[in-house]
């Protein structure tokens, strides 16, 4: 890859740091939608209001050091359409956890996933020099499992019914993407 290659920008969208005033009301909208908030958490849903966004986002900036939290806005309006996260980073070991999501159904399926994804992946390999990155789903979110896989990610744990939800138990399952899988790809 040359120095002189775009690190947050490709064709479809951007990474950028989070604007608390432009895109808590956004991002609180999105927890209001049951289905998404139980593609990106195993914690019990709750919808949030602008304001507590606002302070989840000063969170995030306190802790700035031991997690890198985009935005992912769309190049042609500029609108917040998701985040990624690399957190949980041990730099002993290269490793980190990665967490993404696209809030709004109608954004996703038209290719803002896949490149954020791509995005994410050469930062954490070429910029801040990680070995491995880990991803956590649940087995009924099948299309973010194939979505994973599709990228080179390998299952790597199956945590046999630890997820309870709408009375049925789901497997967990925690994915690992290494910096030569990643390169081969």
């Known amino acids: 890859m040359s120095i002189a290659n775009q690190l947050f920008e490709g064709e479809l969208i951007r990474l950028a740091p989070p604007d608390p005033e432009r895109d808590a009301d956004t991002e609180s909208a999105w927890t209001h939608d049951p289905d998404y908030m139980r593609l990106i958490s195993v914690d019990p849903i709750r919808p949030l209001s602008a304001a507590q966004v606002k302070k989840n986002y000063e969170a995030i900036e306190k802790d700035n050091d031991k997690q890198f939290y985009f935005a992912i806005r769309a190049m042609a309006d500029d609108r917040l359409i998701g985040f990624a996260k690399l957190d949980g980073i041990s730099w002993t070991h290269g490793s980190a956890r990665l967490t993404m999501a696209i809030g709004s159904t109608a954004d996703r399926g038209k290719g803002y996933g896949r490149e ?22 649940f ?3 099948e299309r973010g499992l194939r979505f994973l896989q599709k990228a080179g990610f390998q299952v790597e744990v199956r945590q046999r019914q630890s997820i309870h939800r709408d009375g049925r138990r789901w497997d967990g399952i925690w994915l690992g993407l290494l910096r030569s899988e990643w390169e081969s790809k």
Not at 116 to 137: H, S, V
Request: hydrophobic letters at 50%; zero cysteines.
């Open 116 to 137: 954020a994804l791509q995005m994410i992946l050469r930062y954490a390999f070429g910029e801040l020099n990680l070995y491995r990155i880990g991803a956590w789903t």
């Open 139 to 141: 087995e009924y979110n």
